[in-house]
């Protein structure tokens, strides 16, 4: 009996086997810088956009904090630039999602929905999630006053009042921000104590615009436009309130998007990969950029900054590497 070795689309599995210089997992604005880098140095990258193409950033409407827009621009217009400007020189976009890696030997394995893709350096840009409240209202208004990132949108508030939902040092940290610009800042915590450090929780207990609402969660945000208020409920009592704001800053965690790599490449205890200031994992020809492996600054500047200097690693890689096989030739 023959084997059939065709997959759905028809085609070979040989077929299928796509062989690239660089592969760039990710098409947020680390995946895209590092794909104009790339393709600026004539790897022509290939790109695997993932489900989000664009990244976090095309969700929102105004992007008022990324150089040379001085107007401001919308997340998706930005990140549309930065991907005409990569094909512009020759990286080559396509919409599908790694689903499994091979870091274990070079060519690196890449294998997608419908696909293998064979890489000789690869770059990680998979990003990160804000993790989210799930609560009715919180989808719906994200971007319109809903957000996930105070340095991003604090301005947007001032004189304004806004919940801010955690108790860990992001939550605290993000609120003394904010407290710069609006008029309140009401942190709601579900435990009796927050859980951020010391130093950070006397600061915020010393700021006269900060208030705590501890035992408490929100059950809805409210508004149709934008953002008008909060349900709240004690998780104590069950006593249940609403209070009017303008903005909810929701501070609960990130989860880096890399549990591929689990077992692959070294991760932090958060599951970030960890990399050095050369943008290099603990895989040689292995790089990594953006959210996925900065728990620290998440932005589109610092992201696409980290992209760039990976795409510039990842091109050294392989010219040293090529130099090599070049000197076993010669020597042999
Ligand atoms: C609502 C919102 C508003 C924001 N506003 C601002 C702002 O105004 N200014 C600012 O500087 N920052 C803002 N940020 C933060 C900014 O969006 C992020 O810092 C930035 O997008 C991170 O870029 P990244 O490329 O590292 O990752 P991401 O943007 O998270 O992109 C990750 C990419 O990896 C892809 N991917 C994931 N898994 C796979 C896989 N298995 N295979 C292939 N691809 C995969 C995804 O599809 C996506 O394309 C905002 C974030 C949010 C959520």
Same mark, same amino acid.
């Given at each position: 009996?023959?084997l ?7 085609q070979?599995?040989a ?11 990710g098409s947020g604005? +680390? ?12 790897l ?6 993932? $489900?989000?193409l664009?990244?976090q950033?095309?969700?929102?409407f105004? &992007? ?5 827009f001085?107007?401001?621009?919308? *997340?998706?217009?930005? &990140?549309e ?12 976009i396509?919409f599908?999602?790694?689903t499994?890696?091979?870091l274990?030997k ?7 929905y ?10 990680i840009?998979?990003?990160?999630? =804000? ?12 971007g ?5 990132c =105070? ?6 508030f001032?004189e304004?009042? &806004? ?12 609120s003394?921000?904010?407290a710069?610009?609006?008029?309140s800042?009401?942190?709601?915590h579900?435990r ?6 010391a ?7 010393k ?6 609402f ?20 004690? &998780?104590?009592t069950?006593?249940?309130?609403q209070l009017?704001v303008d *903005?909810?800053?929701?501070? !609960?965690?990130?989860t880096?998007?890399?549990q591929?790599?689990?077992g ?10 960890m ?7 603990s ?5 990594a +950029?953006?959210?996925?492996a900065?728990?620290?600054?998440r932005?589109?500047i ?5 992209? =760039?200097?990976?795409? $510039? ?15 076993? !030739?010669?020597?042999?």
């Amino acid at each position: 009996m023959e084997l059939n070795l065709s997959n759905f689309s028809g085609q070979t599995a040989a077929e299928n086997q796509k062989h690239n210089r660089v592969l760039i997992l990710g098409s947020g604005p +680390a995946g895209l810088s590092a794909a104009l880098y790339a393709a600026r140095a004539d790897l022509e990258p290939l790109v695997l956009t993932g $489900m989000e193409l664009g990244g976090q950033v095309s969700l929102t409407f105004a &992007v008022d904090n990324y150089p040379g827009f001085p107007e401001g621009i919308s *997340g998706a217009d930005l &990140v549309e630039r930065f991907q005409k400007q990569a094909e512009r020189f020759g990286a080559i976009i396509e919409f599908d999602t790694a689903t499994q890696v091979d870091l274990s030997k070079r060519p690196f394995k890449v294998q997608t929905y419908g696909a293998t893709y064979l890489a000789d350096a690869m770059i990680i840009a998979s990003g990160a999630n =804000a993790r989210h409240l799930d609560i009715p209202g919180e989808k719906e208004l994200t971007g319109r006053g809903v957000s996930y990132c =105070a340095t991003c949108d604090a301005y947007f508030f001032k004189e304004k009042n &806004v919940i801010v939902v955690g108790g860990g040092d992001s939550a605290l940290e993000e609120s003394l921000f904010l407290a710069r610009f609006v008029q309140s800042v009401s942190i709601v915590h579900r435990r009796d104590e927050l859980r951020a450090g010391a130093i950070l929780q006397s600061e915020a207990k010393k700021n006269p615009k900060i208030k705590f609402f501890l035992n408490t969660v929100l059950t809805e945000i409210t508004g149709t436009e934008a953002v008008t208020g909060v349900r709240m409920k004690n &998780v104590i009592t069950g006593e249940e309130s609403q209070l009017p704001v303008d *903005g909810v800053f929701v501070f !609960v965690g990130h989860t880096p998007n890399t549990q591929l790599f689990e077992g692959q490449l070294e991760l932090d205890p958060a599951g970030y990969i960890m990399s050095d200031t050369l943008m290099r994992t603990s895989v040689p020809g292995v790089f990594a +950029a953006g959210e996925a492996a900065d728990p620290h600054y998440r932005q589109v500047i610092t992201s696409a900054g980290m992209g =760039a200097a990976a795409a $510039m690693q990842a091109n050294h890689f392989l010219e040293n590497a090529a130099r090599e096989e070049n000197e076993e !030739v010669s020597y042999a």
